[in-house]
């Protein structure tokens, strides 16, 4: 079986200016953001699909079409605020869903054996509902947070039956990365700490033909801003992401790595030309890996 990574693309978001890009003192980045007039363009709110000979794994869940609907937010006051105040502008429809796009392209939600979730933010974990049997894996440091102090998770959104296999980290290094947890029998996939964006927020590693797939989830919004080591303006720790970041941009110095953060509009692009960080877009390719870029 040749292993296969789909990039599915669930609907939109557009964030605002100072979400994107952090603007001055960390101490005040909720007013910089709530107070800016401006928003960026729709960016893509990515899952990716990954057939492996040991079963489907899919990363992230992706939004819900229910979202778009302020009643979505009813349940959590301080989420219901921040969404009436324009947090964020979200258009996904209900066939842009993940369960929808994962049928069209051959693989039924039911096949779906693990679903790691990098975070537990609105916009990646919405989708949930779609794999009551898979396994559903979430750091530890993640979920405790979020229970304990929630930031950008919607708890009450989650369905009745989330109980996630919580991961704690081996000390095994991984490149530049002093802990790591192997996903896989093979140990082609791998999942790393990447905090910062959020409490526990991680990242996916699959390696692969020479190639190593870096499922970056929030941990920057797109490449450019992974190499310049600069931190968003949603973030729960600066000092945890800038440094995540430098090991993201270390662990691609020296593994050709194509980076796949999931509100980057080249991620898909990235994906489907094997375009390492590196390298110019379409100068690399790796034969017996199909990717396929969103759509």
């Known amino acids: ?31 910089s953001i709530l107070l800016d007039p401006s928003y960026t363009e729709p960016l893509p709110i990515l899952t990716w699909a990954v057939e492996h000979p040991e079963g489907v794994i899919l990363i992230d869940t992706g939004e819900s079409a229910a979202a778009t609907r302020p ?39 039911e096949d779906v054996r693990r679903v790691v979730l990098t975070h537990l933010h609105l916009d990646h974990a919405d989708g949930l509902a779609a794999f009551p049997n898979a396994e559903l894996i979430v750091s530890r440091r993640e979920f405790e947070g979020q229970r304990r102090q929630p930031r950008g998770a919607l708890a009450c959104r989650w369905p009745s039956w989330f109980a996630p296999r919580l991961i704690d980290y081996r000390p095994e290094p991984l490149g530049p990365f002093e802990f790591s947890l192997p996903l896989t029998e093979g140990g082609d996939v791998s999942l790393v700490p990447t905090p910062g964006h959020s409490h526990g927020h991680q990242s996916v590693i699959l390696r692969h033909g020479g190639l190593s797939y870096f499922f970056a989830g929030d941990a920057s919004f797109d490449e450019q801003q992974m190499l310049r080591a600069e931190v968003a303006g949603i973030c729960h720790d600066v000092g945890e992401a800038r440094r995540s970041l430098r090991l993201i941009r270390r662990y691609a ?42 759509r």
């Not at 599915?8 to 003192?25: D, F, N, S």
């Not at 969404?83 to 929808?100: F, I, N, W």
């Open 1 to 31: 079986m040749a292993l296969r990574i789909h990039a599915i693309q669930t609907g939109t978001v557009a964030v605002k200016t100072a979400h994107k890009k952090l603007r001055g003192p960390a101490a005040t980045r909720w007013a």
């Open 71 to 109: 009643e979505h937010f009813a349940c959590d006051p301080a989420y219901s605020f921040l969404m009436r105040a324009g947090l964020l502008k979200l258009a996904v429809r209900p066939e842009e869903e993940v369960g929808p796009q994962l049928r069209a392209r051959g693989v039924e939600p």
């Open 253 to 294: 110095s020296v593994e050709p790595t194509v980076y796949l953060p999931s509100h980057d509009p080249a991620s898909g692009a990235r994906l489907a030309r094997n375009t390492t960080v590196t390298v110019p877009p379409g100068e690399k390719q790796v034969s017996g890996l199909q990717t396929e870029g969103a």
